[in-house]
Every structure is written in structure tokens, then in C-alpha cells.
Nanobody, 125 residues
């Protein structure tokens, strides 16, 4: 059974950093798209960043130049390094995966077939 397990959320002040991790368990596909979405209270879930097995990345405009997505294919793990955090980054962050796939479909939630439970990120001013 495929599972995505997130970790690394927490509370920081404006300008701080956090690193999220998402470990994929229960599969061994050679081609994967993995990504991060977030949902703030009262708002719809939105895409943050994606990365495919070749390391091709895509970022939402709101996080470009502040967040970095990376992966360790051998560990089925994807990371999200978040720097220069702002209060508007406060949200529940979800890991998502499209398995198997050699391309990432973008930020439409319906295109992803596996989701983690989420990890909370809170940024205070």
C-alpha cells in the first residue's frame, strides 16, 4: 500500500526557514512525480512545487526564489526547503505523488493519485 509520510513542519518567525520531508513507502516506481501543495484556513488547496524523477522542477510564483524542492530517488523522498518565510506561507502542507509518471502534470490536485496527511507550517510576524 502506497503511503506518503510528511515531517518537518513547525512554527517560525518571519524570515525563518523550515525543511519539509516526504517519504514515499510501499512502492518502487522508477518514474514518479512528487510535489507539495498547501491549504490555508478558509482557502483552497494550492500547488507549491513539483519535481519529476529527472529533477525537473516547477514552482508557484508566490514561492519562487524562496522555496527549493529536491528529491532523493534512492530513498523515495522529496524535500521542500523553505527560506525567507512569510506569514502568508502559513498553511497545512501536503505531499502529493503521481505514480507512475515521468512528467509532472502541474498543480491540478485531481491529477495526483496519492496524498499525505499534511504537516502544519505556521509563520508569525
Amino acid at each position: 500500500q502506497v503511503q506518503l509520510e510528511e515531517s518537518g513542519g513547525g512554527s517560525v518567525r518571519t524570515g525563518g526557514s523550515l525543511r519539509l520531508s516526504c517519504a514515499g513507502i510501499g512502492y518502487a516506481y522508477s518514474t514518479q512525480c512528487m510535489g507539495w501543495f498547501r491549504q490555508a484556513p478558509g482557502k483552497e488547496r494550492e500547488g507549491v512545487a513539483t519535481i519529476n524523477s529527472d529533477g525537473i522542477t516547477n514552482y508557484a510564483n508566490s514561492v519562487k526564489d524562496r522555496f527549493t524542492i529536491s528529491r532523493d530517488n534512492a530513498k523515495n523522498t522529496v524535500y521542500l526547503q523553505m527560506d525567507s518565510l512569510k506569514p502568508e506561507d502559513t498553511a497545512m502542507y501536503y505531499c502529493a505523488a503521481l505514480l507512475p509518471s515521468d512528467v509532472c502534470p502541474g498543480f491540478d490536485m485531481a491529477d495526483y493519485n496519492y496524498w499525505g496527511q499534511g504537516t502544519q507550517v505556521t509563520v508569525s510576524s
